[in-house]
């Protein structure tokens, strides 16, 4: 890449890295365990070595080291492997390739139904205009008179989904209901830690949280600037603000300490179901606008769920049995039985970004997410049909079916090895391998699915 990085003493390459705006995939959050931020060091004799099962001797010599745990002394030269982003959370159009855009573009033509408000809608905001001045009403709020405001302009409001992962803003017109312009993130936040547990450690001190606060209400921002440019709005046009999200976001959002929400009696700090001013969340918005935060139900049930739950059709009916499933980092499930209404969540997280997963990763550009076989071939799908370059939660189980399917893993989950190929086709079973005494199966130039070896 040809960065030069001016390290601090004592610190890791992999915080370097990130202090230059080059996020390695780490989800361990720097512990050493994951095993995915690895580099090639050139000169590999003169730095420390950092022992990790999914480190080979071979690679080892070669001078592959885990970032998180390289804390070198003099100048050094590193190679980056692993999968990393460079000065860039965003996700874009651009970095999805042609065909996968082109075919969402024409599902998009076919099926998208003309947008209408529902009936009896009406918005919780309005603009009065009384001896030259104009005043914002609220529901249920006394009205405050707006000192930014132009007679011509369209009142505009803010749906805003803040994720362990990822952060999604929707512009929205106040007058028709209508959405105007979306554009997402990765949350900014995930160089902290890639779950929710992590976030809290991360933000239980004063510097912590005002980093963490800070780089997601910057990212926010970042965010609301292009909703506003591509529907050529003004960010002083936007007056009123719903945020969803888990508990633990919407606290660091709102610069409220969560080291609660990590031990007994996991106290919720916010409080929910009603508004804030906008400068509260950091927002670039009128000066005059509200902020509303859905019902939270628990620390680790958020108002992202509760939002959820209340546009899932008859979820509240006592005679219905309805399951509601939210499946992201922090994972939520609500369920309706007949009438009895019960929440749950998990760190799903680890699951679907591969944790402990050689190969494994996050569902971004290049990661495995489909895997098909009639038996007798196999084919693999990757995320934008791009060169695989890691496997993703979904094509972990797509291709464990797969194996599974094909004799290559059997009931027991032990996998096939080289010289185990009866009944295998000709280029399937020059797909297996050894790997470090682990039987594996070759997927695509450095990425391959392992089986775990027990040392009892």
């Known amino acids: 890449m040809g960065e030069s990085i001016e390290m601090r003493r004592g610190e890791s390459v992999r915080d370097a890295l990130y202090r230059a705006g080059i996020e390695l995939d780490s989800p361990c959050n720097g512990q050493g365990i ?13 730095f420390q070595k950092t022992p990790h099962p999914d480190i080979s001797p071979e690679q080892e010599a070669a001078g592959v080291r885990l970032a998180c745990q390289l804390t070198p002394r003099k100048d050094i030269t590193v190679h980056l492997l692993s999968a990393y982003t460079q000065n860039a959370y965003r996700i874009l159009e651009g970095q999805r390739y042609p065909d996968d855009r082109e075919a969402e573009e024409g599902r998009r033509n076919l099926t998208a139904p003309e ?25 249920g709020l006394e009205p405050r008179q707006l000192i930014v405001w132009h007679k011509n302009w369209p009142p505009r409001g803010l749906a805003i989904d803040i994720g362990t992962t990822t952060l999604v803003v929707t512009l929205i017109s106040l007058d028709t209901c209508q959405e105007l312009s979306t554009a997402s993130s990765m949350n900014p936040q995930g160089q902290y830690g890639h779950d929710v547990v992590r976030r809290i450690q991360g933000g239980s001190t004063p510097e912590g949280l005002e980093k963490l606060s800070g780089c997601v209400r910057a990212g926010l921002n970042e965010l609301i600037d292009e909703v506003c440019r591509d529907s050529q ?24 300490d969560p080291e609660p929400l990590g031990r007994v009696p996991f106290t919720v700090g916010i409080e929910s179901g009603l508004t804030y001013p906008s400068s509260r969340f950091g927002l ?51 369920l309706n039985a007949g009438g009895k209404c019960l929440m749950t969540s998990t760190a799903a997280g680890p699951a679907f970004e591969g944790m402990n997963i050689s190969s494994g990763g996050r569902a971004q550009i290049g990661s495995l997410e ?13 995320i934008g049909n791009a060169p695989i370059k890691s496997i993703c939660g979904s094509g972990i189980i797509d291709i464990t079916a797969a194996l599974l399917k094909m004799g290559i893993i059997d ?46």
């Open 115 to 139: 947008r209408k408000s529902p009936e009896g809608w009406r918005p919780a905001v309005r603009v009065t205009e009384a001896g030259g001045r104009f005043w914002l009403y609220y529901d």
């Open 233 to 256: 709005t003004r960010n002083d046009q936007i007056l009123d603000v719903v945020i969803g999200g888990n508990t633990t976001m919407l606290q660091l959002a709102a610069g409220i």
């Open 370 to 382: 489909r895997v098909y076989t009639n038996g007798l071939e196999i084919i693999f799908k990757s």
């Open 284 to 334: 670039s918005v009128n000066p005059a606008a509200r902020v509303y935060i859905p019902p939270v139900v628990h620390a680790y049930i958020g108002a992202d769920i509760s939002a959820g739950l209340l546009v899932c059709q008859g979820f509240f009916e006592s005679d219905q049995s309805v399951l509601f499933v939210d499946v992201g980092t922090n994972g939520e499930m609500g």
């Open 34 to 46: 994951c095993g995915k931020c690895q580099v090639r060091v050139e000169n590999p004799e003169l």
């Open 411 to 456: 009931g027991s989950g032990r996998m096939r090895r080289p010289g185990e190929t009866d009944g295998l086709p000709a280029d399937v079973a020059a797909r297996l391998c050894e790997i470090n005494g682990r039987a594996a199966f070759h997927i695509e130039d450095e990425v391959y699915f392992t089986q775990e070896v027990l040392y009892l």
